[in-house]
């Protein structure tokens, strides 16, 4: 039987349990509470917080200054309102990635870090970041990639002659010889705007602009105010040339001077404010070419891989022997194209090839024959008749072009489909759970 001190005991320890039991349940449903409804999903405040918690690391990571608390949430509640509508239009179209194609793609980022998936998973969780969380951001980002590339990116073409101008109208490609490192802030206006919100929003920018020029962070007065995809990086671009700047403001950027901010400009998603933070020159593209000649035997019912190799030692011994190598490739050789030719494939750049036969040319010495090499298309012997150093900046240029105005191309567009996706459906924000 319990004395009186030990029942006093017992009921200070109950009531204590079931206080802490209140609390911790209570705190439970308040992470349970809906922040946002996004169409027929919603967001959670545990949701929130775990995105809350990623985003606060790799602010305080870069050293850049924290916005308020409230302009961060709300920045990241918007953020998260965006990724959910791509990953539900996703859901609709039947895009989805299998566990294997994640894994890999996680494996590929390890690898680039120069570490195997469990030393990433270490180094993850030193940073206070699960492996879980990690491959979960993963998953999305591929998927809202995959989205994107359905809804825009088969929309966008360069045609030949949109690099010849670009070519002729940009002073010979000389600009082309400078990266800019810029630094963006987006205040958005609806598609449908009044004249009235185009003004207020024409104000605000207007008046970052006053305080940017007056010393106020860039990085900070992104996270805080811009309604792009990249606020939460301080509204960092990244290093780019000049046919990789957004059309809108490529003509701006290549006059300003480092640390320059430009005035608001206006397109179909708001008004822009631009920063030169750095700028840099490139030099010369040089690259080795190679000339190069092969024969090629074909696998097929009669001539099984070994048959093949066989024919082509044959024919190296010949070669060895005295017969003309362009006669043997003439008579001999499946590729037709090149036999025509004596074999030829004239000269070559790097990527030009298939790896295994590019591998393969790249060791051998100027007129040295191959053993046989296997590539999709059958079996080779290939012959290097000459290298050289090319400037390639020209190729280097039009290549860089076109693929630099499709990238600008699908920013543009995707800028305008995300607006205009957020625009068209239904959400509603809880504000006071923010």
Not at 403 to 431: P, Q
């Amino acid at each position: 039987m319990m004395n009186p001190l030990q029942i006093k005991k017992t009921l200070v320890t109950v009531i204590t349990g079931f206080g802490l039991l209140l609390s911790v349940n209570a705190y439970s449903e308040r992470l349970d509470r809906i922040v946002a409804v996004v169409e027929d999903d919603v967001i959670l405040e545990r949701e929130l917080e775990r995105e809350v918690t990623t985003v606060v690391k790799r602010i305080q990571a870069s050293k850049m200054e924290m916005p308020p608390w409230s302009v961060l949430r709300k920045q990241i509640v918007e953020k998260m309102i965006i990724e959910k509508l791509q990953r539900l239009l996703a859901e609709r179209t039947g895009i989805n990635i299998s566990q294997e194609a994640l894994d890999s793609a996680a494996a590929d980022i390890a690898q680039r870090n120069n570490m195997n998936t469990q030393q990433f998973k270490t180094e993850l969780e030193s940073q206070g970041l699960s492996y879980q969380d990690f491959l979960s951001n993963l998953r999305n980002e591929i998927i809202i990639n995959q989205v994107r590339g359905k809804e825009i990116g088969s929309r966008v073409n360069v045609s030949d002659s949109e690099v010849e101008h670009y070519l002729e109208t940009q002073d010979k490609f000389g600009e082309e010889s400078t990266q800019y490192h810029l630094g963006h802030i987006l205040i958005a206006v609806k598609e449908a705007a009044s004249s009235a919100e185009i003004q207020k929003a024409k104000a605000k920018a207007d008046n970052l602009v006053s305080k940017l020029r007056a010393g106020q962070d860039f990085s900070q007065a992104a996270i805080s105010n811009s309604q792009d995809s990249n606020a939460l990086k301080g509204g960092d671009l990244g290093w780019r040339k000049i046919a990789d700047v957004p059309s809108l403001f490529s003509d701006i950027v290549s006059k300003l001077s480092q640390g320059e901010i430009t005035e608001p400009i206006r397109s179909p998603s708001g008004f822009h404010i631009v920063k030169l933070l750095e700028v840099k020159g490139i030099g010369k593209a040089m690259i080795t070419k190679t000339k190069v000649r092969h024969i090629l035997i074909k696998t097929n019912e009669l001539i099984d891989d070994a048959e093949a190799q066989k024919r082509l030692l044959a024919l190296k011994a010949r070669i060895a022997q005295g017969d003309d190598f362009a006669v043997l490739a003439r008579a001999q050789s499946d590729d037709k194209g090149s036999a025509l030719k004596g074999g030829s494939l004239d000269w070559v750049a790097p990527g030009d090839m298939v790896k295994a036969f590019e591998d393969s040319m790249s060791k051998l010495a100027v007129n040295e024959i191959s053993e046989p090499i296997q590539t999709q298309f059958g079996w080779h012997i290939l012959q290097v008749l000459g290298r050289e150093n090319k400037d390639n900046s020209d190729q280097n240029k039009k290549n860089f072009v076109k693929e630099a105005i499709r990238k600008r191309k699908i920013e543009e567009e995707t800028e305008l489909w995300l607006r205009r996706l957020r625009d068209e459906s239904f959400v509603e924000i809880y504000e006071d759970r923010i």
